[in-house]
């Protein structure tokens, strides 16, 4: 086979490979491809030009050329020497400009790359730049971070507590008033959108309190956080609320937070033994002085660090890593599991809401992961997802702006609200 006919049957093979029923089918992992059209039009171009070189391969391949049988062993080898060296000082200049020109942050990623900001921002900021990301952040050596107690903005108010509240709650209850305890990370803590912040009465937590009657509802969300550090603050502040009902607000990207070490400031990371139990790793948390006195370590060799990174990036959106089998998910899913176990053993009903990057038609493999996870466990769950699209089309991007609109953490609200009600997840006002 000459190579013209070489390279023409590989074009073929990569334009029926490139077919987007097909990439839907077997590769991509939420079945939904836009544009479709333009990726046909490449698959057929690049179609058409492998079938011309098949047909000139062919033509060409009876005209036998007698050269010297020695010559030409020669030449291969200059060649293949030559294709060598190229390839070396490819590798090597590629290098040098990824280390002058570019630095380590483009070919870090996870903990490293977010470690690398961190220590870069503390830098900039001549030492400003403290635990976590933004001034209401205060240190904690179990968790990394949690609100700064006593804080207040004209959106944004926290207790003595570091809650996000304009009052304090005591542990002890008040007889007939039923109390929810809402665990999560920005979403439910009320993140700024890009366009305005959102106050403490906007939150979906809030909005518990104010629409149920008799009903405390205390926001201990954290910004940034994993579902780790969220069992752990359950652990050792939430669950000292007695309260009825426990609702963890699982953001999707969480997942991945739960096997980092570093996420905006360095945090508590769980392993799991042989048991299958999980074992809390790299506590205490060192404080932000004694965190940049460590060293950091950045990767050896550029561009593979930086080859490695897209390659994850690549298996990540495919079929061909399947969260099922991915650390994170076993991980992730034993928090779940104490997160749930602990809650009811304290006397609380346990929710997980799943919470969408924004409103898609189709299930990401995390949501379904979580979905056949709280069906085989008899958890309660809520999908987020499923109630937005209850919306009307042209609602769905008013609830989503970086993070939840006042409208989304009202059509929260909603859906949660209609969720207790339904499985009768409260005890009746009074008792």
Same mark, same amino acid.
């Given at each position: 086979m000459s190579i013209r006919m070489a390279m023409g049957v590989a074009l073929v093979v990569l334009a029926a490979l490139l077919n987007p029923w097909f990439l839907e089918t077997f590769v991509?992992?939420?079945?939904?491809?836009?544009?479709?059209?333009r990726i046909v039009a490449v698959e057929c171009a690049m179609a058409l030009l492998g079938i011309v070189l098949i047909v000139l391969g062919r033509k060409s391949g009876g005209a036998a050329v007698v050269a010297d049988p020695l010559r030409a062993k020669r030449n291969r080898m200059f060649a293949l020497v030559a294709l060598g060296i190229a390839l070396l000082m490819s590798l090597v200049f590629a290098e040098i400009a990824l280390r002058l020109f570019v630095g380590p942050g483009i070919v870090l990623e996870g903990e490293k790359w977010s470690e690398y900001k961190w220590r870069a921002r503390h830098q900039a900021n001549a030492g400003q730049s403290r635990e976590g990301q933004y001034d209401y952040d205060a240190y904690h050596p179990l968790l990394g971070w949690v609100p700064e107690p006593n804080y207040e903005t004209d959106a944004i108010e926290t207790n003595s507590l570091g809650i996000r509240a304009r009052r304090d709650y005591p542990f002890e209850r008040t007889p007939g008033v039923r109390r929810i305890v809402l665990i999560g990370d920005s979403y439910t803590w009320g993140e700024t959108t890009w366009a305005r912040e959102i106050t403490n009465e906007e939150t979906f937590a809030s909005l518990h309190e104010t629409r149920l009657p008799s009903t405390e509802a205390i926001n201990m969300g954290v910004h940034g956080t994993g579902t780790d550090q969220q069992l752990l603050y359950l652990r050792e502040l939430g669950l000292r609320f007695s309260p009825d009902l426990v609702i963890l607000g699982f953001f999707e990207a969480d997942i991945t937070r739960n096997i980092a070490n570093f996420f905006g400031y360095s945090k508590p990371v769980f392993e799991l033994d042989t048991a299958g139990e999980l074992v809390l790793t790299n506590t205490p948390i060192l404080e932000a002085e004694a965190l940049l006195e460590t060293p950091f370590e950045p990767p050896s060799f550029y561009l593979g660090s930086l080859v490695?990174?897209?390659?994850?990036?690549?298996?990540? #959106?495919?079929?061909?890593? !399947?969260? @099922?089998?991915?650390?994170?998910?076993?991980?992730?899913?034993?928090?779940?599991?104490?997160?749930?176990?602990?809650?009811?053993?304290?006397?609380?009903?346990?929710?997980?809401?799943?919470?969408?990057?924004?409103? #898609?038609?189709?299930?990401? !493999?995390? @949501?379904q992961a979580v979905a056949a996870w709280a069906k085989e466990t008899g958890t309660h769950f809520v999908s987020l997802r499923e109630h937005f699209l209850t919306m009307p089309p042209e609602e769905w991007e008013s609830v989503h702006d970086g993070h939840f609109t006042a409208k989304g953490h009202d059509e929260t609200a909603k859906a949660l609200m209609h969720y207790i009600a339904e499985h009768d997840l409260l005890p009746a006002p009074g008792v």
């Open positions: 991509v992992l939420d079945g939904s491809i836009s544009g479709k059209g490695r990174k897209g390659w994850n990036v690549v298996l990540d #959106r495919t079929k061909f890593r !399947p969260i @099922e089998g991915r650390r994170e998910w076993h991980i992730t899913r034993a928090i779940f599991e104490a997160a749930k176990r602990e809650s009811e053993a304290a006397g609380a009903k346990f929710v997980v809401v799943d919470i969408p990057f924004h409103v #898609r038609v189709l299930a990401t !493999p995390v @949501e």
